[in-house]
């Protein structure tokens, strides 16, 4: 084989091996960039590979346009050597940048899970509390029962997403001078817990905690009702192992949803899709219509009302375990996580519909229609919605008072479903 001949094998060897790389290699690579980093460092990454074959295809030119300058043994060495570069550039470049990623995401959750979510606290406690607030819902005339001084007020709590319906309950049944100043909406309790200081704990009828510390205040006699979503199985057992049987009240439903970015081209998802993503079977979005996309689903800390839910709708299904980024420690940090997860738009959360659309409003979500149907109010109301549940006011069997029994019973009169309805959930008829 002669010299010339050599040269033109030579070239199209090399020219078949760039191919090979554009149309094999190159996707797999980029398929893998694009689900494990950043979009900024899947551009650095991509400029830079998409520069070496670009140099890679300027030496191979040069060799066939400029056969003098270079001899095939020299643009083999180059060659090499530029494609070990890609190859070295690519391992060592990608965990630097997603690391870079993962600490930056670091601060930035530690930042919103503490200043944002204490700041939304903060406006929540504002915004609906008894006796000084345009939010909280008045009846236009007096309900026959109307707590008095003398009386021993049930102390109430709940979850935050119910604190709009049981403060409203306070403003029309309790005494205005009976509610303590603004420091008791402050996690007074959350912070000093059975070691707060007893004489400010008993001027605390209105506590606005969140599902674990509330049902925990329960348990430990510091509160006589909690607004709360069905208990989880581990709760109840707690009750049980300190001898307490509780009685479930149910005084309304909620629609349990599940959101996403609002550009996220999936609007509709089964009851079996939600299984699926969440028992890890289905991982990315091209399986229930959209792009080919990994998916995010997200998750919430173990007790928490929107987590017991979950674990209630999954049933038999096994509910996979999130990894560490994939879980928030609050509902407002989910809803923000999924807003805008990295940039991306490829996540998913679940929580409660009105405080999604109302407490924690985002103009980046959308809810999903479950089989087809909108978690609307009308829906949830007629049923068609699959997951609508009831949440309860729970009190500890054998401690009720005079005055306690007399709240449970005003629960299921026309203007305590009058609040729950005005407040933005549904009664129970």
């Not at 604190?163 to 309790?174: G, K, L």
């Not at 599940?258 to 289905?282: A, E, H, M, R, W």
């Not at 009308?378 to 699959?386: H, L």
């Not at 054998?398 to 959930?425: M, S, V």
Request: charged share 20%.
């Amino acid at each position: 084989m002669n010299q010339k001949t050599k040269q033109a094998l030579y070239i199209i060897l090399t020219a078949l091996l760039f191919a090979a790389i554009l149309l094999v290699l190159l996707p797999f690579l980029l398929i893998w960039l694009i689900f494990t980093t950043h979009p900024i460092s899947f551009l650095i990454a991509s400029i830079f590979i998409i520069g070496e074959i670009i140099f890679g295809f300027i030496k191979v030119v040069q060799y066939i346009t400029n056969k003098s300058q270079k001899t095939p043994s020299k643009f083999k060495t180059i060659f090499r050597r530029t494609w070990l570069t890609v190859g070295i550039g690519a391992i060592l470049a990608q965990p630097l940048l997603y690391g870079m990623d993962l600490y930056y995401e670091k601060l930035e959750d530690e930042y919103k899970e503490t200043y944002t979510e204490s700041e939304f606290d903060e406006k929540l406690y504002r915004a609906y509390k008894p006796f000084d607030s345009n939010k909280i819902i008045r009846l236009h005339e007096k309900t026959y029962l109307q707590f008095s001084e003398e009386n021993q007020l049930p102390k109430i709590d709940g979850a935050k997403a119910l604190y709009p319906v049981y403060a409203s309950f306070a403003e029309n049944i309790y005494p205005k001078n009976k509610i303590a100043d603004e420091d008791c909406f402050n996690h007074y309790l959350n912070k000093h817990g059975r070691n707060a200081n007893p004489q400010y704990k008993q001027s605390i009828f209105v506590n606005c905690n969140n599902t674990i510390q509330s049902f925990e205040n329960l348990l430990h006699g510091e509160i006589d009702i909690a607004f709360l979503a069905k208990p989880s199985k581990s709760q109840m057992q707690m009750a049980e192992e300190n001898g307490i049987q509780l009685n479930m009240k149910p005084i309304g439903k909620e629609a349990f949803v599940f959101l996403t970015n609002k550009k996220n081209p999936v609007d509709n998802l089964s009851q079996q899709n939600i299984k699926d993503i969440y028992s890890g079977k289905i991982k990315y979005w091209h399986k229930v219509g959209g792009k080919f996309q990994k998916i995010r689903p997200f998750q919430r800390n173990e007790n928490s009302g929107s987590q017991s839910t979950m674990q209630k709708l999954m049933g038999d299904t096994p509910l996979m375990r999130p990894e560490k980024r994939n879980y928030s420690g609050s509902m407002g940090g989910m809803i923000r996580r999924v807003a805008k997860y990295r940039n991306h738009t490829n996540a998913m959360g679940y929580s409660f519909r009105f405080f999604v659309e109302t407490l924690h409003a985002n103009e980046n979500i959308k809810l999903f229609s479950i089989d087809g149907v909108y978690p609307s109010k009308d829906n949830i109301r007629n049923g068609t919605y699959p997951f609508a549940y009831p949440f309860y006011a729970i009190t500890v069997k054998g401690r009720e008072t005079p005055e306690t029994q007399q709240f449970l019973q005003w629960l299921d009169t026309k203007d305590a479903k009058y609040i729950i309805e005005n407040a933005g959930y549904t009664a129970i008829d």
